[in-house]
T-cell receptor
Framework: GENVEQHPSTLSVQEGDSAVIKCTYS??????FPWYKQELGKRPQLIID?????GEKKDQRIAVTLNKTAKHFSLHITETQPEDSAVYFC???????????FGPGTRLSVLP | DSGVTQTPKHLITATGQRVTLRCSPR?????VYWYQQSLDQGLQFLIH???????AKGNILERFSAQQFPDLHSELNLSSLELGDSALYFC?????????????FGEGSWLTVV
C-alpha cells in the first residue's frame, strides 16, 4: 500500500521568511496530493491540492510542487505570518480510488 | 463549516464502557472515512466506507467497528474502552468518484476515557 513520509517533523521560521515542507510517496499510481492545515484542537482544513497532470500550483502565499518521477511533492509558504503556525499534513491518494494516506505531519512555528 | 457533522463533540466515559460516535457526511458525499488522532499525534486511518460498503481498513482495533447506513451517515462503535483510546476521532467525507477526491473533515469527537 501507499506510504507517505514527511519532513521535517518540526520547523521554526522567522516571520516573513519562507517555509518548505517536503513529502515523498511510494505508490506511483497516486495522482492526487492535498495539503491540510490543522490548528490546535481544530479539524484539518484543506489549504491546497495538486493533481498529477500539473507540476505546480499557487494560491497567494502558498504553492505546491510535484515531481512525479521522483515521487515527491512540497509545500511552500512565503512571507510567513504568526497565523501560519499550525501542523501541516500532506496526503497522497489515487483519485477515484478513494484511499487517503497522510504523512505524519510537520509542526510549523512562525516566530514574531 | 465543512458540512460534515459529528456528534457528540465531547464524551467522557469509564474504562470498559462502549460508546458510539456519529457522522453525517456532506450532502451528496458517498465516502466516509474515520481517523483517530491521539494527543500530539498524526491522523491514524481507521476505516473507509463508500455507499454503505467497507472499502478499506487501517489499523482499527477489533474492539472498534463501524458501519455506513443507507442514508449515508456512519457510526463508529468503540467497546471495552481503555485509557489509551482517549483521542480525537475525526470523520471525513468525499464525493468518492464524483468531481474529485478531496476529503473534508468534521470538527471531531473528543473522547476521554477515565
Amino acid at each position: 500500500g501507499e506510504n507517505v513520509e514527511q519532513h521535517p517533523s518540526t520547523l521554526s521560521v522567522q516571520e516573513g521568511d519562507s517555509a518548505v515542507i517536503k513529502c515523498t510517496y511510494s505508490d506511483s499510481a497516486s495522482n492526487y496530493f492535498p495539503w491540510y492545515k490543522q490548528e490546535l484542537g481544530k479539524r484539518p482544513q484543506l489549504i491546497i491540492d495538486i493533481r498529477s497532470n500539473v507540476g505546480e500550483k499557487k494560491d497567494q502565499r502558498i504553492a505546491v510542487t510535484l515531481n512525479k518521477t521522483a515521487k515527491h511533492f512540497s509545500l511552500h509558504i512565503t512571507e510567513t505570518q504568526p497565523e501560519d503556525s499550525a501542523v501541516y499534513f500532506c496526503a497522497a491518494s489515487i483519485e477515484y480510488g478513494q484511499n487517503f494516506v497522510f504523512g505524519p505531519g510537520t509542526r510549523l512555528s512562525v516566530l514574531p | 463549516d465543512s458540512g460534515v457533522t459529528q456528534t457528540p463533540k465531547h464524551l467522557i466515559t469509564a474504562t470498559g464502557q462502549r460508546v458510539t460516535l456519529r457522522c453525517s457526511p456532506r450532502s451528496g458525499d458517498l465516502s466516509v472515512y474515520w481517523y483517530q488522532q491521539s494527543l500530539d499525534q498524526g491522523l491514524q486511518f481507521l476505516i473507509h466506507y463508500y455507499n454503505g460498503e467497507e472499502r478499506a481498513k487501517g489499523n482499527i482495533l477489533e474492539r472498534f467497528s463501524a458501519q455506513q447506513f443507507p442514508d449515508l451517515h456512519s457510526e463508529l462503535n468503540l467497546s471495552s474502552l481503555e485509557l489509551g483510546d482517549s483521542a480525537l476521532y475525526f470523520c471525513a467525507s468525499s464525493a468518492g468518484g464524483g468531481d474529485g477526491n478531496t476529503i473534508y473533515f468534521g470538527e471531531g469527537s473528543w473522547l476521554t476515557v477515565v
